[in-house]
């Protein structure tokens, strides 16, 4: 059964780093689209980054130029590296991973809705003190 686990994380002062890791398992082939969402108590739950078997990288606003997400499907993990960080990124991560079209689908960047993501992990808290 295909499988999500998230590891890293943890809690930094503001202006730190932090990098969280998603190991993958249990797929024929790798998700065409993976991606990071996050949820804080009271608030919506959204997309930080998608990435695409190609490389090709979404971000949300809040994030761009400070988050990178990459990818290595050899090794069946995903990547986020947080820089710079603020105390309102402080949240759980969720690492995801895209419905499945098949081997060969295709498209020029990852939607940012969580509708399209039916497998998730259990999440890692990310805490960012002022």
């Known amino acids: 059964q295909a499988q999500l686990a998230e590891s890293g994380g943890g809690s930094v002062q503001s202006g730190g780093s932090l990098r969280l890791s998603c190991a993958t398992s249990?797929?024929?082939?790798?998700?065409?689209?993976m991606g990071w969402f996050r949820q804080d108590p009271g608030k919506e739950r959204e997309a930080v980054a998608t990435?695409?078997?190609?490389?090709?990288?979404t971000y949300a606003n809040s994030v761009k130029g400070r988050f990178a997400i990459s990818r290595d499907d050899a090794e069946d993990k995903v990547f986020l590296q947080m820089n710079s960080l603020k105390p309102e990124d402080t949240a759980m991560y969720y690492c995801a991973a895209f419905e499945n079209r098949g081997p060969g689908y295709r498209t020029s960047q990852c939607p940012s809705g969580r509708v399209f993501y039916p497998n998730w992990g259990q999440g890692k808290q990310v805490t960012v003190s002022s």
């Open positions: 990435i695409t078997r190609h490389g090709t990288t």
């Open positions: 249990g797929y024929t082939y790798s998700p065409y689209c």
